[in-house]
């Protein structure tokens, strides 16, 4: 199949089977556009669709976003994962205040400059806000166009990946279609996010549905199982800590972490070797505790490691708290624990502790 044909199908197919009423679908502010585009990075866009409505409502714009607190950044983004993407997000932000006078660039070169932002979300932005002939290759993008075109090398491997980036240059949408429908762009763009997140899905392709399935190499040859193939499995590492969730008069001490790392930036339970004992770990913290008891250890995965958590319940005798470590603690009344930013996990698990009753009173 020829460029042209390519990129018309996915234009058309998206004008009259596509997505048009998300939340960011009706606009071309790149602050908007660029809000979503780094939300939907390895997420859902339901799990999506809540956040970036309440992240709009308190950093309506990119000046409120460079000039807020990055706690509070952390705190409406907590919960979403992946927390670099929102430091990055703050420094992009302050980056587009400070270095393009408020205005975010239109071209994909330099918005990939920005904190944060990648080839593909450039590209993307580039698209959407402007109709700029840039490219997209997300998740999503790589499997239809493996699926398409029959690529079967590792997904990984820096081979295959320059090939499908070559290959989505070079299906755009051509100049002079550009020329004569200025949306081109933002239809073409749309309509692959939307053909890889509901037509060509990873397990169960609807082939039938798919504007593509006249020259789709993985269905003639019978193989859309098989493309685009696993990607060579790494063994995880894995890593263990205990946490100390310690209680005095229905408050819990939590701790902010550092604003690199692991939650970065987010509150979190005061953490030790998993080697250590939890009365040592109170000790090194200066908490003198009246019991302490095991949790039900639990696991989290991170894109690199898992992390196994050993919990401990720890009722103090007081308040004291403090220890060595230039720490940031602080006790925080349970019923006030939605005003911090907390990772996904930790949320859970103190919801879990006053669901039970084992907050005192
Ligand atoms: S025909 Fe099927 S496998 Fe090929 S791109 Fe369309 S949905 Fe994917």
Request: charge should be negative.
């Given at each position: 199949m020829d460029a042209m044909k390519f990129a018309s199908r996915i234009i058309a197919w998206q004008r009259t089977h596509g997505r048009h009423q998300l939340p960011w679908q009706q606009t071309r502010d790149p602050y908007r556009v660029w809000l979503s585009e780094i939300m939907l990075q390895q997420t859902q866009v339901s799990a999506v669709i809540p956040y970036y409505e309440k992240f709009l409502a308190r950093f309506p714009d990119v000046a409120t976003l460079a000039n807020a607190p990055a706690g509070d950044v952390m705190a409406h983004w907590a919960?979403?994962?992946?927390?670099a993407r929102a430091r990055n997000l703050h420094a992009c932000a302050q980056s587009v205040m400070r270095d393009w006078h408020g205005q975010f660039p239109s071209r994909a070169e330099d918005l990939e400059?920005?904190?944060?932002?990648?080839r593909s979300t450039a590209g993307a932005i580039a698209a959407f806000?402007?109709?700029?002939?840039a490219p997209i290759l997300d998740g999503n993008v790589r499997r239809v166009l493996s699926r398409h075109f029959a690529i079967?090398?590792?997904?990984?491997?820096a081979g295959t990946i320059a090939r499908l980036w070559e290959l989505a240059q070079s299906l755009l949408p051509s100049q002079a279609a550009c020329r004569r429908d200025p949306n081109a762009m933002a239809s073409y763009t749309q309509g692959l996010m939307d053909l890889g997140a509901c037509v060509c899905t990873r397990s169960a392709p609807n082939c039938i549905a798919c504007p593509l399935a006249g020259s789709c190499i993985a269905r003639a040859d019978n193989r859309t199982h098989e493309l685009p193939p696993p990607r060579a499995r790494r063994a995880q590492p894995e890593r263990e800590v205990g946490v100390l969730i310690a209680i005095h008069r229905g408050m819990f001490l939590l701790e902010r972490r550092a604003p690199k790392g692991i939650w970065g930036g987010l509150w979190s339970l005061p953490e030790f070797e998993a080697e250590l004992d939890a009365p040592t770990a109170c000790d090194e913290i200066g908490l003198v505790a009246a019991s302490i008891q095991p949790m039900a250890s639990f696991s989290h995965t991170f894109t690199h490691f898992r992390l196994i958590i050993h919990p401990w319940l720890v009722h103090a005798q007081s308040l004291a708290a403090g220890g060595a470590q230039p720490v940031h603690r602080e006790w925080i009344d349970a019923n006030a624990l939605d005003r911090a930013g907390m990772p996904a996990p930790v949320r859970k698990l103190l919801s879990e502790v006053i669901a039970a009753g084992l907050v005192e009173p």
């Open positions: 919960g979403l994962g992946y927390y400059s920005l904190p944060g932002i990648g806000c402007a109709g700029i002939r079967d090398g590792d997904p990984t491997s």
